[in-house]
């Protein structure tokens, strides 16, 4: 299981991460598609976004990231629909993560990553968008696990009351 391509050091206890699931005016969500940086034919497909740095919170982290992988500045960010723990070996060490999920829109369509890390530039393939019925058929990897169903949920009944917390993902 991968969260994604890692952009600091794996450090003692869990790192901080904001990610966001960004949808279109069409209710598509974008993805990315990373693999690890010596094998491109082990990969998968994640939501934007990466680690919380000093003195930033996590909505400021979670704009930060979605602007640097994709470019997309024109963005509503909403609530927090999910939280997960995860553990993943990437890139020859093994990552601890306290991911939060923040549902954001856009009409942007068009996706240009402008600041990424030397590691996402040997890790992330490019990015799609995807429908939920797309997502559901995809034959793919897609992080977090359930993103079909979680996504359909949503477009359905809406943002949850509070956070969802996700089953610990270790790999």
């Known amino acids: 299981m991968r969260a994604g391509a890692v952009d600091g050091e794996a450090g003692g206890g869990l790192r901080k991460v904001a990610r966001v699931v960004l949808l279109d005016p069409e209710d598509r969500i974008l993805l990315l598609h990373g693999h690890e940086p010596d094998d491109p034919g082990d990969d998968w497909w994640f939501t934007p976004g990466g680690g919380v740095e000093e003195g930033e919170t996590r909505e400021e982290a979670a704009l930060r990231e979605l602007v640097e992988e994709t470019g997309i500045t024109d963005v509503r960010l909403g609530p ?91 790999v």
Do not use: K, M, N
């Not at 990437?90 to 009409?107: I, M, V």
């Not at 068009?110 to 890790?123: F, I, N, P, Q, Y």
């Open 80 to 170: 927090v629909l999910w939280r997960r723990v995860c553990s993943f070996p990437f890139a020859g060490r093994r990552w601890d993560q306290d991911e939060w999920y923040y549902l954001a829109r856009t009409t942007t369509t068009t996706t240009r990553a402008t600041a990424l890390t030397e590691l996402e530039r040997r890790s992330v393939a490019g990015a799609r968008w995807w429908t939920c019925q797309e997502l559901g058929r995809a034959h793919e990897t897609v992080y977090p696990t359930r993103l079909a169903e979680l996504l359909r949920r949503l477009l359905d009944e809406g943002p949850p009351a509070g956070p969802v917390t996700l089953d610990t993902e270790i």
